[in-house]
């Protein structure tokens, strides 16, 4: 229905919007947009990779400590990363603080300082808490490509760096064509970092067109091609996941044990400082500023403003997680009962929100909603003389709608994972002791699917916590959110008002990254078996 609504409202928007877009607008915005997704994705790859294939290959100093510690950064929404950066670079800072401090200068015009408000500092943001997407996707690829291949190009006379290029990333290409997409989206859906670092893209021109401009039709256009280039990524992404099954399901089979190759002492601890940069920029860096703002504002706890907006995120969050977690079941639950490509194709078309920037698809969400809202107080003062309001566009359920739409896809994605680890035979087997299929989903399967049940309820709780354009464009008047109320306050300068509803996400926000160390556990297990190659 949101994509619906924004191609019918694009549609009305008349030859002379378009070509207002296409002359004053879009060029500079799509140049933006097309060098930040750019630059991000090529810094984030970078990152990414390297970090992942030392990790993966090497044994050096503090390497389990770092393996774990480079997921941290997926803890910091991308909006708080530059509201930290903003104030540790900035003239009062501490960086040119000790600039002025260590070379004798006074004022602004003695030295030259890049200016993180700019395209470059927002590509240093986005790029220090984006770069996991790549990190994770390639290091389960290095850990699924086996040994094999490795092994017979080591013997052959490759050395570490040869294997890397000609082995390990061309076997890795769909995973990191995967974290990209993923990078590249989030990229897109940002607009509280970009607005604050001075970089318009095409997100931006959707916020400023419709609610500083006042022009509807304006925005729906900008989103309907912002629409077109989010499915060119889903597009990508899907054929290169599927590429990706293929050579899992061909090298989960030839994985065997294997050593590490330990590096020389100067290599190794060149390899640690590599590896700590992307944790330092990341996740060091905005918990100590807004740290430390917090801790000397920690009498603001008991604000009546920060209470009421922990309430309004609360109220939202769980309203998100309980609707996505009923149909996400279902979504999986029937593709497992009775799989077909119909069944497969409407949980596809369910599960795409997650695609769709927080801006586009605040429209889309808004507009069918209001147009049903002013249908309905139409009849109702036609008929029985009673206006209802704004029952739906006018309340938090457009925002509750709008990020259970987005957040769909996590929710069926984890429990779709947990059911596949349960065998088919399972629900044969109930079937054959007298089990009806009501009675084998509620006495067999629910029990063994509650794990990753929960997980994807906490999931969508915490993306719908930190969740900020969609939020800030649907939310009624005097109603803030934790993510909204940091937004107010850093919008008006007042950052270190803003440190304790941005801690509070940045806390909340670190659940799911130990859920993902979990996994990367049973890795360190195994590592403590292998053998150490010279």
């Known amino acids: 229905m949101p994509l619906i609504a924004i191609f019918c409202i694009a549609a009305t928007g008349g030859t002379d919007g378009w070509r207002h877009l296409l002359v004053n607008v879009l060029p500079r915005a799509g140049e933006q947009t097309v060098m930040l997704i750019g630059l991000t994705g090529l810094m984030t790859a970078c990152f990414g990779i390297l970090t992942a294939w030392l990790v993966s290959t090497f044994q050096f100093p503090l390497r389990r400590l770092l393996a774990f510690a480079l997921v941290l950064p997926l803890a910091i929404p991308s909006y708080l990363a530059a509201y930290a950066f903003g104030e540790f670079l900035d003239f009062t800072g501490p960086v040119q603080t000790a600039v002025r401090t260590l070379f004798g200068y006074h004022t602004v015009h003695d030295y030259w300082f890049p200016d993180v408000r700019s395209l470059g500092g927002a590509v240093l943001v986005l790029s220090s808490v984006l770069y996991p997407y790549v990190y994770l996707s390639v290091r389960a690829a290095f850990g699924l490509q086996g040994r094999f291949a490795t092994e017979a190009a ?33 990229t897109l859906n940002d607009i509280g970092a970009v607005e604050y670092l001075g970089v318009r893209t095409l997100t931006f021109a959707i916020y400023e067109t419709w609610l500083n401009r006042g022009n509807l039709a304006g925005a729906t256009q900008i989103a309907s091609v912002l629409v077109i280039i989010v499915a060119a990524l889903i597009i990508i992404e899907r054929k290169s996941r599927s590429r990706q099954r293929f050579t899992a399901a061909k090298s989960t089979a030839m994985t065997q044990r294997f050593g590490l190759k330990q590096l020389p002492a100067g290599r190794g601890w060149a390899a640690t400082a590599f590896c700590l940069l992307p944790i330092l920029s990341g996740f060091a860096i905005p918990v100590l500023v807004l740290g430390g703002y917090a801790f000397k504002r920690i009498d603001a706890l008991s604000d009546t403003k920060l209470l009421k907006a922990l309430a309004h995120s609360l109220e939202v969050s769980m309203s998100a997680a309980l609707i996505t977690l009923v149909c996400g079941f279902i979504f999986a639950y029937v593709q497992r009962a009775n799989a077909s490509s119909a069944s497969r194709s409407i949980s596809r078309i369910g599960s795409l929100g997650y695609g769709i920037p927080g801006t586009v698809l605040a429209i889309g969400v808004l507009l069918p909603l209001s147009a049903f809202d002013n249908a309905l107080d139409g009849f109702l003062r036609l008929h029985l003389n009673y206006s209802t309001g704004l029952l739906l566009s006018g309340t ?3 925002i509750v709608y709008a990020h259970s739409v987005r957040f769909m896809t996590l929710s069926e994605g984890t429990i779709d994972a947990g059911f596949q ?32 049940a929960v997980t994807a309820a906490l999931l969508v709780f915490i993306e719908s916590l930190k969740e900020l354009p969609a939020t800030i464009m649907l939310r009624p008047f005097n109603f803030n959110t934790l993510a909204t109320l940091v937004y107010e306050d850093a919008s008006r300068s007042k950052v270190q008002d803003a440190s304790i509803p941005a801690l509070i996400i940045i806390l909340a926000g670190l659940i799911p990254v130990l859920l993902v160390s979990r996994s990367l556990d049973h890795d360190h297990a195994q590592e403590k078996r292998q053998p150490k190659l010279p």
């Open 396 to 398: 938090a359920f457009a």
């Open 421 to 452: 680890k349960l065998s088919p035979h399972l629900d044969m087997a109930a079937r054959t002791l007298g089990r009806n299929r009501l009675q084998t989903l509620v006495n067999v399967l629910l029990p063994n699917i509650r794990p990753a």
């Open 154 to 186: 080591r013997t052959l006379g490759a050395g570490s760096l040869r294997i890397f290029l000609s082995v390990q990333l061309p076997m890795a290409r769909p995973a990191i064509i995967i974290g990209l997409a993923l990078v590249m989206m989030e």
